[in-house]
């Protein structure tokens, strides 16, 4: 399902449930998954024992431009090089740049 480029974009986040047992050893902190019209379309990652920072990747539809290896699949995920020192930041990040995105990529929107 692809956004109309016209349509008003609302983006909203969805803080991810702690992790339990030995998950949580190594990601102490939640991710959040990005919602555009209330609907996931891309995710902010958690530092871990990794990557002390936090990073957001967007998924897209592929086309021409935009592709991968991979020919099983119809839409593949971007990752963005910025990091950030916060969660703030990362969503401020996002809520920044979602219009921009939106007329360079065709997203791609998940299910849950």
């Given at each position: 399902?692809?956004?109309?480029?016209?349509?008003?974009?609302?983006?909203?986040?969805?803080?991810?449930?702690?992790?339990?047992?030995?998950?949580?050893?190594n990601?102490?902190l939640?991710?959040?998954?990005?919602?555009?019209?209330?609907?996931?379309?891309?995710?902010?990652?958690?530092?871990?024992?990794?990557?002390?920072?936090?990073?957001?990747?967007?998924?897209?539809?592929?086309?021409?431009?935009?592709?991968?290896?991979?020919?099983?699949?119809?839409?593949?995920?971007?990752?963005?090089?910025?990091?950030?020192?916060?969660?703030?930041?990362?969503?401020?990040?996002?809520?920044?740049?979602?219009?921009?995105?939106?007329?360079?990529?065709?997203?791609?929107?998940?299910?849950?």
């Amino acid at each position: 399902m692809t956004q109309s480029k016209k349509e008003k974009l609302s983006v909203s986040f969805k803080k991810d449930k702690p992790e339990t047992g030995l998950m949580a050893a190594n990601f102490m902190l939640q991710g959040v998954t990005i919602k555009v019209n209330k609907k996931p379309m891309g995710y902010i990652y958690a530092p871990n024992r990794q990557e002390n920072w936090w990073s957001i990747g967007i998924q897209i539809i592929k086309d021409e431009k935009y592709t991968n290896n991979n020919p099983n699949c119809s839409w593949m995920w971007v990752r963005f090089e910025e990091k950030f020192e916060t969660e703030a930041e990362a969503r401020q990040f996002v809520k920044d740049n979602i219009e921009r995105w939106n007329q360079k990529f065709n997203f791609y929107y998940s299910d849950n």
